[in-house]
């Protein structure tokens, strides 16, 4: 069984420039999330999806982060303008069930802005 | 609010020492609990996790972790560590019920071992 699959696993950019995050969640898993991991931190809840819905985007930095997953299956995290603050590594994890079910990470997309 | 602290940012051991690695959570009610480690360049790997029941959980590779309601404490314990297991490693704590899988991360712990 394939397992999270995320690209792409680097990002450099300028301040200002935007970036798109790509995460395809394994087969059948409903629930997906985005976690921020700056460096020497733990990760940091971002926005999480229960098929295509949004069920919680409150630490999500709304005027410059978006997330979607319009079909339930594969994710896209976008940050427009991006800021040297966002520099992180972003995980992408998937889990089957609505109250159990083990997280299932990626590797991450490490974003550097310059 | 739920949080979690790792006093310890690194922790530097010799192979076939005994290891401890502490965690101390704040939640509101009894929480799920969870170990991670993260080897360079990889995703999060669960290593054990804590729903309810026997305090003390099993988890891969010989590691296991204590749930002690009273201190709010869930170390995570190896009797004889090796050289593989220098990685970083992450409690956390989780929201119940449809919210699980909302985890609340400490900052971590890198752990050296030294052959």
């Known amino acids: 069984e394939a397992g999270v699959t995320q690209s792409p696993r680097y990002a450099v950019l300028q301040e200002g420039q935007a970036v798109s995050f790509w995460c395809d969640p394994i087969s059948g898993h409903d629930t997906l999330y985005w976690y921020q991991q700056p460096r020497d931190q733990g990760p940091q809840l971002l926005v999480y999806f229960r098929d295509e819905a949004v069920i919680d985007n409150s630490q999500l930095p709304s005027d410059r982060f978006s997330a979607v997953r319009p079909k339930g299956t594969n994710s896209t995290l976008k940050i427009q303008s991006a800021k040297q603050g966002d520099t992180a590594t972003y995980l992408c994890?998937?889990?089957?069930?609505?109250?159990?079910?083990?997280?299932?990470f990626g590797e991450g997309s490490k974003l550097t802005v310059l | 609010a739920q949080s979690v602290t790792q006093p310890d940012a690194r922790v530097t051991v010799s192979e076939g020492a005994s290891l401890q690695l502490r965690c101390k959570y704040s939640?509101?009610?009894?929480?799920?609990l969870f170990w991670y480690v993260q080897y360079p360049r990889q995703g999060l790997q669960l290593l054990l996790k804590y729903y309810s029941g026997d305090p003390v959980v099993q988890g891969v590779n010989g590691f296991e972790a204590e749930f002690i309601k009273s201190n709010s404490s869930f170390h995570l314990r190896k009797a004889s560590v090796h050289w593989s297991d220098s990685a970083v490693y992450f409690c956390?704590?989780?929201?119940?019920?449809?919210?699980?899988?909302?985890?609340?991360f400490g900052a971590g712990t890198q752990l050296i071992v030294i052959p």
């Open positions: 956390a704590v989780s929201d119940r019920g449809s919210a699980l899988g909302r985890l609340h």
């Open positions: 939640y509101s009610g009894t929480p799920y």
């Open positions: 994890a998937s889990r089957q069930g609505r109250n159990t079910g083990q997280l299932y």
